[in-house]
């Protein structure tokens, strides 16, 4: 490890061991960027039937890099950060949020004894094994099948269903 990088490193620590303590409001540009970034994914949420999580617009972390951080709070007071990398399409931006969502949505499905798969993909629907994959395709975010391949629609416009119920988050 070099000597810059290591030092890199420390402050990078030091800054997130600050940041957990006293989190930093987002500005108003990366307040209306996590809006935009977010909203197709906590459309597709609503549309199958699940809990909106809490999405605070501030930071409790900086990876060093250039991106925006929101939080995500839980139930117990507790929280994880999620991350928009600046410098990168909005379809990106939103196939990039909608893995992060994905993963925490598994998460609170599991806590409540549910398959952990979200979107399911209704080209399989019997098929509890295998959820929906976000990619970029054509410039769009979408929800793709990780069997077929195919695009079932566009990040957003998931159809209505219920998903497995409601989960608190």
Do not use: F
Not at 95 to 101: F, K, S, T, V
Not at 111 to 134: F, K, N, T
Not at 139 to 150: F, H, I, K, Q, R
């Amino acid at each position: 490890m070099t000597d810059d990088y290591a030092e890199w490193l420390r402050r990078n620590m030091e800054l997130n061991k600050e940041l957990r303590k006293h989190p930093r409001r987002l500005t108003p540009e990366e307040r209306w960027l996590l809006r935009d970034t977010v909203a197709p994914v906590l459309d597709d949420l609503a549309a199958t039937g699940m809990m909106l999580p809490d999405i605070l617009e501030e930071a409790h972390e900086d990876r060093g890099v250039d991106a925006v951080y929101g939080w995500v709070l839980e139930p117990d007071g507790m929280g994880c950060s999620i991350q928009i990398l600046k410098g990168v399409s909005l379809a990106d931006q939103v196939a990039m949020l909608a893995e992060q969502i994905q993963e925490l949505v598994a998460d609170r499905l599991d806590d409540s004894g549910l398959s952990i798969q979200w979107p399911r993909c209704p080209e399989h629907p019997s098929d509890r094994r295998h959820r929906l994959v976000a990619e970029v395709r054509e410039a769009s975010a979408v929800w793709t099948c990780l069997e077929s391949g195919n695009v079932i629609c566009t990040i957003g416009s998931l159809p209505a269903w219920r998903d497995g119920g409601a989960v608190a988050w």
